[in-house]
């Protein structure tokens, strides 16, 4: 009898893989390739490895171009065919499956005309005169010029020392050329797409970087820059190497923000890309990365319509994550390419506009497009985090910052032009800008003390039911709640809170 038990029990194991574990049939390779994201929010959420054993798959085949793993978001890229994505579209625990489109850096081809760009190192290093665009972005006056003569002013409201000191600026682009003299060191290229080429052979993402951060022609000239490449020497792409990049960008992020601590700025992402329309995919990656607590500027793109058909600029808005900028040219009208619409936040320069060029270390060269407007934005960010601790870890603070810091177009109201904040300490011009302040509560206005002294005090009757306008002068306003108000307006002019009371330290600014 025991003998039979112990042949009976042999039996068992030997015919149990049989009966629990059914044979996974072999991946057919080839498909188009797609982007899968994970749902996260599942009770149990699989691992990437999980979800790609149940595919015949795992992370080092030759169909799987990418792993995300995130704190935001967790997934993969991957080529495949229907019977794959038929497997997937009936798992409960995959949040979206979408196939990779193209996409395309924002800017139109360089004009026939090469501009100086043989200048000499002396010529560059010592050349005081700025681009127009950072004049523009400086001043709430008109500019007027040659937008190639680089004799304007660039102005900034705090010490020559920071403008951006500290930030992180992530361009995901087409690379950067790293050994660009106005990049002084600063400039590393971090990640490609394909694993292997750190290399700008376009051009793009070096004339991106040098706006956003370049000590000769950019806005925050003292920032770290990142260069992460997810567009080819054509400046073209897929999607699933923009979610691949900003997966790199998110974890640098954190891993950068552990390391350092205290000393910690922030990061910045400047996205001067579009696709041929939306992606949710994109949407949903810029959205976890500002989850994250990367600030993401965007290009509203260059096909004259509306932003909101597109991706990532259908990220901007009033509900959106991302802030999303169209181009001006010099008079402040709106550029005939760029996109417009509910989705663009502000406008910046964004025709003509002279930056750093691949092919030498002194290399310049004149782009249009709203590629170019971006950075200008991108630097805006970046010089605000620098300064400030408290834009600088609230993303969704920053663009309403960078949303009220916007000035009336001269050539039309209903353009806002990004400011640096300037303004406010401003030329005397008729373009100075300030804040009203109205807090209304069931009709009762908030009282001032003071003559209009930095000591003046504003009272408002109820802090919950009371509103702060941060108007422009001459234009309309947006209300913001209260207490978003104060934090708004307190990160930028330092304002303290006493109970009701706020204590202006700008006053003589204030209408």
């Known amino acids: 009898m025991e003998d039979l038990i112990k042949l009976l029990i042999f039996a068992c194991l030997l015919f149990w893989p049989l009966t629990f574990a059914a044979p996974v049939e072999p991946h057919e390779s080839g498909g188009a390739e797609h982007v899968v994201i994970i749902d996260k929010s599942n009770p149990t959420p699989p691992r990437v490895a999980d979800v790609l054993e149940r595919l015949a798959l795992h992370e080092g085949h030759a169909d799987v171009h990418h792993i995300f ?27 979206r499956v979408e196939a990779s489109i ?131 020497a054509d400046g073209g792409g897929y999607s699933s190497n923009v979610v691949a990049g900003i997966d790199y960008i998110v974890n640098s992020h954190e891993r950068r ?3 350092q601590g205290d000393q910690f700025v922030g990061s910045v992402m400047s996205v001067s890309l579009a696709a041929s329309g939306t992606v949710a995919a994109i ?17 509203a793109g260059n096909t004259a319509a509306d932003a909101c058909g597109t991706s990532p600029s259908d990220s901007g808005g009033r509900g959106g994550p991302a802030i999303t900028v169209g181009s001006v040219g010099m008079e402040g009208r709106q550029s005939s390419f760029s996109n417009y619409g509910d ?37 805006i960010v970046a010089c605000a985090m620098g300064g400030n601790a408290t834009l600088a870890r609230d993303p969704g603070l920053m663009k309403e910052w960078v949303r009220m810091q916007a000035v009336a ?11 640096n904040g300037v303004k406010y300490f ?68 330092g304002l303290v809170r006493k109970g009701l009371d706020l204590l202006d330290a700008v006053a003589p600014w204030i209408r």
């Open 69 to 95: 793993n995130n704190s935001a978001f967790v997934g993969f890229a991957a080529s495949m065919k229907s019977h794959c994505l038929d497997l997937l579209a009936n798992m409960t625990d995959v949040r």
């Open 102 to 232: 193209n996409v395309q850096h924002a800017s139109l081809p360089p004009s026939s005309n090469p501009l100086a760009r043989r200048q000499t190192s002396s010529e560059f290093a010592t050349r005081p005169d700025a681009p127009w665009g950072l004049q523009r972005i400086s001043t709430s006056a008109n500019v007027h010029g040659n937008a190639k003569a680089m004799d304007y002013t660039y102005s900034y409201p705090r010490d020559s020392d920071n403008l951006g000191q500290g930030a992180d600026i992530y361009i995901l682009d087409t690379g950067v050329y790293t050994a660009h003299n106005i990049f002084a060191s600063r400039a590393e290229m971090v990640w490609s797409y394909d694993g292997t080429s750190l290399q700008d052979v376009d051009g793009h993402g070096t004339h991106v970087a040098g706006t956003a951060a370049g000590s000769i022609l950019g806005v925050a000239s003292n920032a770290n820059l990142f260069g992460v490449k997810a567009l080819d």
């Open 257 to 259: 923000k552990r390391e």
């Open 283 to 299: 949407s949903d990656a810029v959205e976890a990365a500002v989850g994250a607590g990367v600030h993401v500027v965007v290009a």
């Open 343 to 379: 989705c663009v936040d502000v406008y910046a320069p964004g025709e003509e506009i002279i930056s750093s060029w691949i092919g030498g270390r002194n290399m310049i060269e004149s782009l249009s497009g709203t590629s170019m407007a971006t950075p200008h934005v991108t630097g």
């Open 409 to 419: 177009s001269p050539a039309t109201q209903e353009i806002l032009v990004a400011n």
């Open 426 to 493: 401003g030329d005397g011009g008729d373009g100075v800008l300030g804040f009203e302040k109205v807090a209304r509560d069931e009709g009762q206005v908030s009282s001032r003390r003071g003559s209009g002294g930095d000591d003046d005090e504003w009272t408002w009757a109820n802090s919950q039911r009371g509103v702060m306008r941060c108007r422009r002068m001459a234009q309309a306003s947006e209300d913001l709640s209260y207490l978003r108000s104060i934090a708004v307006c307190s990160a930028r002019h």
